[in-house]
């Protein structure tokens, strides 16, 4: 009699307990080159930024809750970067010469990139800087294809096909539109005491409540 007394006392007590209400704000402590911020309204509405070496990303919309978690949507839906070609000429300093600019002619350093060739392997590498980028003059291959992208955006190019027979220095340009915007649809947030856990691309985050 007495152990059915304590187990019903426990049930009562668990029914009894006042759903962790989500609404405040939260910090994600992930090392001293990541900081990253979210921000559950009362109105519904959510606010969050992330800072990650040289990757800042941000988003606004809605939350909802459904049983214990939290989902996350961006309103309105970001509209992605892109990229375009460019101008095209002749050069006679190398076979290929690329470069990637904002809509403003600036150059955009950091942006991966991938060569394929009429044989063997493609060559990946990088644009470090506003001059671009140029392939080799030992190189005799002929280049037929180009790749771009910028990986801390998740952002990849089209196969934009090559000629050099037509032009062989190639100005890209890249739209940024909402670049960093970050198009949340449904994002799950577990409820935990103080704390709400992230799932995004495979990986968990705690957001710790901040007093």
Known sequence: MGVRFLVAA??????????VNPVGRYRLHDGPDVASELELRADGRFGY?????SLDEAATGRWRRIGNRVLLTTVPKPVPPVFSPGK??????APLTLHVTWPNGRGIPGVDFRVEFE??????DYINNDEGWSLAAAETRKPVAVTLALPGYGLVSPRFAI???KANDLTFVLTPHDMGRVDFQDLPLDIAPGRLVMHRGGATENYQRER
Not at 10 to 19: C, G, K, R
Not at 49 to 53: H, I, M
């Open 10 to 19: 426990m049930l009562l007590l668990t029914a009894a307990a006042p759903a």
């Open 49 to 53: 930024a992330l800072a990650a070496g």
């Open 88 to 93: 095209a000429g002749r050069t006679t300093e």
């Open 119 to 124: 044989s063997g392997d493609p060559f990946a």
């Open 163 to 165: 000629d050099p027979a």
